[in-house]
């Protein structure tokens, strides 16, 4: 036993220094990156509606036994179908059925008997055994992609626009009501364990009602009071997440049951940044400051939490996972483990942020100089765009970006499947394998890397 420990160390040792070796350089990284990305979209594309499942359903993983994730959930599939949509390489058939798919499971028997249901079998029904529910991001997340989908169909003058009207933006709004009529009830969160009040949930929430105002005021007339007075209503309950004793964003109030999480951290805070950055208002987004002490926080907890972490070769980013507390394994419970989608976020997070200081720079202050001084010696003050101060920052913080991606390329399989979870000890991939969430979350990132950000 102690040989095989041996040889596996020699081996990560020799492997840690080939890697070192040859990833540094940009061009390597960018064609590694290019790669990727073409198997993230195939590997996803293999996870929909594969043999035996009813059109447009999307598999969380095609694993079935140890974890058995071959369901569909309204919360990922909706965060994969908004990834495709900004792809032009996806087809509207893909996200025709998608739809259709939706649009069926909003009408179907459900144990919640809510649009909050959380997951669906591969024939569309509903899933009956216990399960936390509801777990009310996912319609927000739905109607945020509804409306994507829409937008690029009009846009792109899609044929049948009447399809549209008649039965995308019905479903839409059965989803928006849901939210004017639940937002401020307890649901369980997306990780699925923690019944409260979750600021990843309002956050998408909120994005789903300010995305309706402007969709209806350009596209289909109708009354969108209800909608904006609830995004402002969901902004002011946002606020009092702040923590200004801890100093980061607190993940979920009211914990009424389920996973007790004292520390409050939690990688969905920045999930929820990302999400919510292409409305640009600076509104816990991505470059705000308080999100990028929480981003600081997250790090540094996981930084001593993970034993991989500590012996971390230098090129490479921290391994990130959902919360300190987490204890799922992927399969069972013991001790959490890093994601993949976690770890894409971080660089996903610092691309976003560092389009929004082009745009209006950066106030380095008592609350997220702890964000920048990790990543250079920093003053407080204002850095104005074009500045060479704000240049040289952003140079610093698109190399920090990187090493995150370095660290996925590290721990993915050598062929680019990416499970969900990856070993806190020795790096191997755990959990099921590749998640379509984790290849959504790669291109994400991929995608903020080159500016074309995913809307
Ligand atoms: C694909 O998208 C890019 C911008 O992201 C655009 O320049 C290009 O024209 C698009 N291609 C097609 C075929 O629509
Ligand atoms: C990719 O590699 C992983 C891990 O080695 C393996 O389990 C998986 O079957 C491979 N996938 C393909 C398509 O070869």
């Known amino acids: 036993m102690f040989a095989v420990y041996l040889n596996l160390l020699l081996l990560l040792l020799i492997t840690t220094l080939v890697h070192q070796s040859v990833q540094d350089n940009t061009?390597?990284?960018?064609h590694w990156i290019s790669k990727q990305d073409t198997i993230s979209?195939?590997?996803?594309?293999?996870?929909?509606?594969?043999?035996?499942?009813?059109?447009?359903?999307?598999?969380?993983?095609?694993?079935?036994?140890?974890?058995?994730?071959?369901?569909?959930?309204t919360r990922d599939a909706a965060l994969v179908a908004r990834v495709l949509t900004s792809?032009?390489?996806?087809?509207?058939?893909?996200?025709?059925?998608?739809?259709?798919?939706?649009?069926?499971?909003?009408?179907?028997?459900?144990?919640?008997?809510?649009?909050?249901?959380?997951?669906?079998?591969?024939?569309?029904?509903?899933?009956?055994?216990?399960?936390?529910?509801?777990?009310?991001?996912?319609?927000?997340?739905?109607?945020?992609?509804?409306?994507?989908?829409?937008?690029?169909?009009?846009?792109?003058g899609y044929q049948d626009t009447a399809w549209i009207y008649n039965h995308l933006v019905p479903s839409l709004v059965k989803d928006l009501d849901y939210i004017v009529k639940?937002?401020?009830?307890?649901?369980?969160?997306?990780?699925?364990?923690?019944?409260?009040?979750?600021?990843?949930?309002?956050?998408?929430?909120?994005?789903?009602?300010l995305d309706s105002v402007g969709f209806f005021n350009s596209y289909e007339k109708r009354p969108v009071d209800e909608y904006r007075l609830t995004a402002h209503l969901i902004a002011k309950r946002l606020e009092g997440f702040w923590s200004v004793e801890h100093g980061?964003?607190?993940?979920?109030?009211?914990?009424?049951?389920?996973?007790?999480?004292?520390?409050?951290?939690?990688?969905?805070?920045?999930?929820?940044?990302?999400?919510?950055?292409?409305?640009?208002?600076?509104?816990?987004?991505?470059?705000?400051?308080?999100?990028?002490?929480?981003?600081?926080?997250?790090?540094?907890?996981?930084?001593?939490?993970?034993?991989?972490?500590?012996?971390?070769?230098?090129?490479?980013?921290?391994?990130?996972?959902r919360y300190p507390e987490d204890i799922y394994d992927g399969y069972d419970t013991s001790v959490g483990n890093p994601w993949f989608l976690a770890t894409a976020a971080f660089t996903e997070l610092y691309y976003l942020a560092i389009e929004e200081w082009?745009?209006?720079?950066?106030?380095?202050?008592?609350?997220?100089?702890?964000?920048?001084?990790?990543?250079?010696?920093?003053?407080?003050?204002?850095?104005?765009?074009?500045?060479?101060?704000?240049?040289?920052?952003?140079?610093?913080?698109?190399?920090?970006?990187?090493?995150?991606?370095?660290?996925i390329r590290f721990h993915q399989a050598n062929n680019g499947s990416m499970s969900e979870q990856y070993d806190r000890y020795i790096g191997y991939m755990a959990g099921a394998r590749d998640l379509t969430w984790s290849h959504a979350a790669f291109i994400s990132a991929s995608r903020a890397k080159s500016e074309r950000f995913i809307q």
């Open 27 to 30: 061009p390597d990284l960018d």
């Open 41 to 73: 979209f195939q590997t996803i594309h293999q996870n929909i509606n594969p043999y035996g499942t009813k059109r447009g359903f999307f598999a969380a993983s095609l694993s079935t036994y140890r974890p058995d994730y071959f369901y569909t959930w």
């Open 87 to 156: 792809l032009n390489e996806t087809s509207d058939d893909t996200l025709m059925d998608y739809i259709q798919f939706q649009i069926d499971t909003q009408s179907a028997d459900t144990r919640c008997g809510c649009l909050g249901e959380p997951k669906f079998n591969t024939d569309g029904s509903s899933y009956r055994g216990t399960w936390g529910r509801p777990q009310n991001d996912g319609p927000a997340e739905r109607a945020v992609t509804f409306m994507l989908i829409a937008t690029r169909w009009i846009d792109n």
């Open 182 to 209: 639940v937002w401020y009830q307890d649901s369980f969160d997306l990780w699925e364990e923690v019944l409260g009040t979750h600021f990843y949930t309002l956050m998408v929430m909120r994005r789903a009602m």
């Open 248 to 321: 980061y964003v607190m993940a979920t109030q009211g914990i009424r049951n389920g996973v007790q999480k004292p520390s409050g951290l939690d990688v969905s805070t920045l999930l929820a940044a990302n999400l919510v950055a292409s409305r640009k208002d600076g509104f816990f987004s991505p470059g705000s400051d308080k999100i990028l002490a929480t981003v600081a926080a997250l790090e540094k907890s996981f930084k001593s939490l993970y034993p991989i972490n500590h012996q971390q070769a230098q090129n490479l980013g921290t391994c990130i996972g």
């Open 358 to 407: 082009k745009q209006v720079g950066v106030e380095v202050n008592d609350i997220n100089q702890v964000f920048f001084s990790n990543i250079m010696q920093i003053e407080h003050g204002y850095y104005a765009p074009q500045s060479n101060r704000l240049n040289q920052l952003i140079g610093a913080t698109q190399v920090a970006a990187n090493r995150f991606l370095k660290t």
